[in-house]
């Protein structure tokens, strides 16, 4: 099965992968540059975990505003037996 793996180019133009990655001598792989912007800052440490978390937080605000409507809470109420009680009885959360 394929995998993908994050990837800088040094200075020299040799890749870098950022993580391990198993490959074998003469393996054939592809490789896809993405746009100039989108490179993480080689000298920071930040890991994809902490990329992640801060998009996460990032996107919450965004995200609230369609995720704490009443139409997505009986959307979703099935799945929750308890909620969907109070959503009838027509209670705050």
Known sequence: MPKT????????????????LPLR???RVLVTALEEESFPNAESNDSAET????TALLSESALAEDWNRKEEDEAWSHLQ????????????M
Do not use: F, M, T
């Open 25 to 27: 001598a003469r393996q």
């Open 51 to 54: 990329r992640a978390g801060e």
């Open 81 to 92: 037996p308890d909620v969907a009680e109070w959503l009838r009885a027509g209670k705050q």
């Open 5 to 20: 793996a994050e990837a800088i180019v040094g200075e020299n133009g040799q890749i870098h992968l950022l993580e391990s």
